[in-house]
Each structure stands twice: as structure tokens, then as C-alpha cells.
């Protein structure tokens, strides 16, 4: 079933719970799993990044002043519940954005990518966001598919390691 009444909320900051189960969530962030970054608190292994209650404020008040970066969770309105979070970060200079967009594991195949997507491109034309880009691997064939279905294109390849094993980007 494809869902579509989702909107792009601001988190208040006692709303970050959602953001830190995201990070810590094994099956949500395994994409992230192998890499060599230098991520605070990331664990190679899973791809989950730690992120403590004690962090919150800081992290919030950081993020949320700074005018160049958009961060919103992706609220499923019908289901009252939050499905995954996209954000970009604009440089001021060229005005292009890098993005993300991270749908919660048992959320994901239901259009809710695509939906998000579609919304996160509206809000980067807003703030005079010029293109966005974001780094895919090849293997991740159902994001990079809705990523060309709206326009975006291969700008580049090029190899990283993921567990020590080439993969291309």
C-alpha cells in the first residue's frame, strides 16, 4: 500500500527520541555499516551512530541556527507517526545542498521515499537551493531508481571501501 498524506515536520526538541532510535536502529542504518568515517559515535560494524539524551539540546540548538542546513522529520499524517527524517546542507557559496533522507526500516517500500523526496525538493527551491546531490551506492538500486525518477542524474563514480571490499558510489 502506497502512502501519501506525509508532511516534513520541524522536531521539537523533546521529539528527538525519534531521531536517536533511528541512528541506533541496526535494520535502519545497516547502509551505513563498514565504512571508514569519522562519524562521533559511529559504529563500523552496524552503521548506527550514538546519540545521547545529553547531546540533544546541543545538537538541536546547532543545527537549527544555522540557516544553510533543513532538517524535518517525515510524519505519515494518517498514522500520526513519524516514518523517517531528510535534511540538506546548503553551501552559502555555491548554494548547492548535500541530502538525506533516511526512511525507518519497517517503513520502507511503501512510496514513502518518493513522498518525502518530492517535499524535500520543494523546501530546497524555497531556500534558493541551487541542486541537491547525495552519494549512492550502485547497489542501492530502489533509492538511486526514485532518485532518476525525478530528474537527478549520475554526476560521478567513484570507489570507496565498505568492509574493506571496493564498492562504487
Not at 533543513?70 to 500520526?80: E, F, G, R, S
Not at 555555491?94 to 520543494?122: C, D, F, P, S, W
Not at 530502489?142 to 571490499?165: C, I, R, W, Y
Request: charged share 25%.
Amino acid at each position: 500500500m502506497v502512502m501519501n498524506n506525509i508532511k516534513l515536520v520541524k522536531p521539537k526538541l523533546k521529539d528527538l527520541w525519534f531521531r536517536a532510535q533511528c541512528l541506533s536502529d541496526e535494520k535502519t542504518m545497516e547502509y551505513n555499516a563498514g565504512y571508514n568515517v569519522s562519524y562521533q559515535g559511529y559504529n563500523y560494524n552496524t552503521g548506527c551512530i550514538e546519540f545521547k539524551k545529553e547531546d540533544y539540546a546541543k545538537w538541536y540548538n546547532t543545527k537549527f541556527k544555522n540557516p544553510n542546513f533543513y532538517y524535518a522529520y517525515i510524519l505519515d499524517v494518517d498514522k500520526n507517526n513519524f516514518v523517517g527524517y531528510v535534511n540538506f546542507n546548503k553551501d552559502e557559496k555555491t548554494n548547492l545542498a548535500t541530502m538525506g533522507i533516511v526512511i525507518k526500516h519497517e517503513y520502507r517500500g511503501y512510496g514513502y521515499m518518493r513522498l518525502a523526496l518530492n517535499q524535500l525538493i520543494k523546501k530546497a527551491k524555497t531556500a534558493k537551493v541551487y541542486a541537491l546531490t547525495d552519494t549512492v551506492p550502485k547497489t542501492r538500486v530502489g533509492a538511486l531508481k526514485v532518485f532518476h525518477d525525478f530528474g537527478f542524474k549520475t554526476t560521478s563514480e567513484f570507489e570507496v571501501l565498505k568492509f574493506g571490499k571496493p564498492e562504487i558510489v
